[in-house]
Nanobody, 115 residues
Framework: QVHVVESGGGLVQAGGSLRLSCAASGSIFSITVMGWYRQAPGNQRELVARITSGAYAIYADSVKGRFTISRDNAKNTVYLQMSSLKPDDTAVYYC?????????WGQGTQVTVSS
C-alpha cells in the first residue's frame, strides 16, 4: 500500500509565501514523476507543476516565475515553494506520485490567499 501525505497549506496574505511538502511511503519501488495539482471550487483539477526523477520540471503558465518545485529522491518527497501568492492561487493542492505501475494521490491541503 502507498501513502501520500501533503503538508504546509494554510492562510496567507496576497504577496506572501508558503511551502508545501509531500511525502510518499509504502510499497514504492520506483517513483518517476511527482507533481502538484490544484482544484478551486467549481473548477477542474489542474496541473501546477511536476518534476521527473532527473529534476526536469514543468510549470503551468499561471505560476511560472512564482512557484518552484523540487524533490528529494532519497526521501520520496516533493516540495512546492510558492511566492508572490495571489487570491487566484486559492485552492486545494494535491500531490501526485507516479510509478511505472500506478499513480497515487494525497488527500489535499488547503491554500487560501487573502486580498
Amino acid at each position: 500500500q502507498v501513502h501520500v501525505v501533503e503538508s504546509g497549506g494554510g492562510l496567507v496574505q496576497a504577496g506572501g509565501s508558503l511551502r508545501l511538502s509531500c511525502a510518499a511511503s509504502g510499497s514504492i519501488f520506483s517513483i518517476t514523476v511527482m507533481g502538484w495539482y490544484r482544484q478551486a471550487p467549481g473548477n477542474q483539477r489542474e496541473l501546477v507543476a511536476r518534476i521527473t526523477s532527473g529534476a526536469y520540471a514543468i510549470y503551468a503558465d499561471s505560476v511560472k516565475g512564482r512557484f518552484t518545485i523540487s524533490r528529494d529522491n532519497a526521501k520520496n518527497t516533493v516540495y512546492l515553494q510558492m511566492s508572490s501568492l495571489k487570491p487566484d492561487d486559492t485552492a486545494v493542492y494535491y500531490c501526485n506520485v507516479m510509478t511505472p505501475a500506478a499513480g497515487y494521490w494525497g488527500q489535499g491541503t488547503q491554500v487560501t490567499v487573502s486580498s
